[in-house]
């Protein structure tokens, strides 16, 4: 099952880090020298991943912006003879072609964000990556997806999920487990945050999903969930009726850079795996450990 097409929902409004979001994009966040966007995209890139697809909404042309090349910039360092930047630059600049943006025109949850992709991933199946979700891991949580698919059937869909405690499982959507094998099992349901003491199990669906092209079909007229909103759990429930789907619990660190504190949590744990700044940071945390 080959992946060449990433969705990335970027149009959210990022409240919970509010006011750092009220002019920039929250993709656009830095964790220690690089936005949130570009993490994931080069994550997507890892795994194999061609083409970059990215559901934006009113102010976010900066993200676009970040993937575009600036010439006035690249001509000061030249002429500066920074190459080392230019390097930098050039690392995350993408192929002509290779990225397409389309607009979401109302908040109306990550289902309908996915739906809006529709025509630009057309009939193949397609990875979705949530960019305030960081996975701090070699190599990256969706080319594990991608490589457990490789001995899937052609018509599998696969969600990343993760352990969380028992008494918080009804702030997540939950699936349920069947039949395992190692990391991956067959997903035997799964609910939308599910009231307390009712979840299945206590895995989580996570930032990371591998999904068919009949799931555009589904989202065409899925009625609005919690929130709301148009769920893409709700959609995955409908999918699973005809199509297996299975759950990778994968390895690595998960960061919710979405709330203030994940946020933070992320700057220090992708920090620390710097050369060029770990001795730093640790000499600096020491400190404010003692005070």
């Not at 070699?138 to 696969?158: H, R, Y």
């Not at 919690?226 to 960061?255: N, P, S, W």
């Amino acid at each position: 099952m080959k992946i060449r097409k990433a969705v990335f929902p970027v149009a959210g409004l990022g409240t919970r880090v509010l006011p750092a979001t009220k002019a920039m994009p929250k993709e656009m966040l830095t964790i220690v020298d690089k936005p949130l966007i570009q993490y994931v995209v080069d994550e997507a890139r890892e795994a194999g991943v061609e083409h970059f697809v990215f559901v934006t909404g009113r102010n976010k042309g900066a993200i676009e912006d970040h993937f575009d090349r600036v010439f006035e910039l690249d001509t000061t360092l030249a002429a500066r003879g920074k190459k080392a930047e230019q390097e930098i630059l050039a690392q995350s600049q993408p192929e002509a072609g290779a990225m397409s943006f389309t607009r979401q025109q109302a908040p109306l949850g990550l289902g309908h964000a996915v739906w809006c992709a529709r025509d630009i991933v057309g009939d193949e199946p397609f990875a979705v990556v949530l960019p305030d979700e960081l996975v701090l891991n070699t190599p990256g949580c969706l080319k594990q997806m991608i490589e457990a698919a490789s001995a899937l059937g052609d018509k599998s869909n696969l969600i990343a999920v993760e352990a969380v405690p028992d008494h918080l499982t009804h702030q997540y959507g939950i699936c349920g487990v069947g039949k395992r094998t190692g990391r991956i099992f067959e997903v035997d349901g799964m609910v939308e945050k599910p009231p307390k003491g009712t979840a299945p199990s206590n895995l989580s669906i996570t930032g990371r999903y591998i999904l068919q092209p009949e799931i555009f079909k589904i989202l065409e007229t899925q009625e609005r969930g919690a929130g709301g909103e148009i769920q893409l759990t709700d959609a995955m429930i409908g999918l699973a009726k005809t199509q297996k789907f299975y759950g990778v619990e994968f390895e690595g660190e998960r960061h919710d850079c979405g709330s203030k504190a994940g946020f933070l949590r992320a700057n220090i744990a992708f920090g620390l795996k710097r050369d060029d700044l770990r001795d730093g940071l640790r000499t600096v945390m020491r400190q404010y450990l003692k005070e």
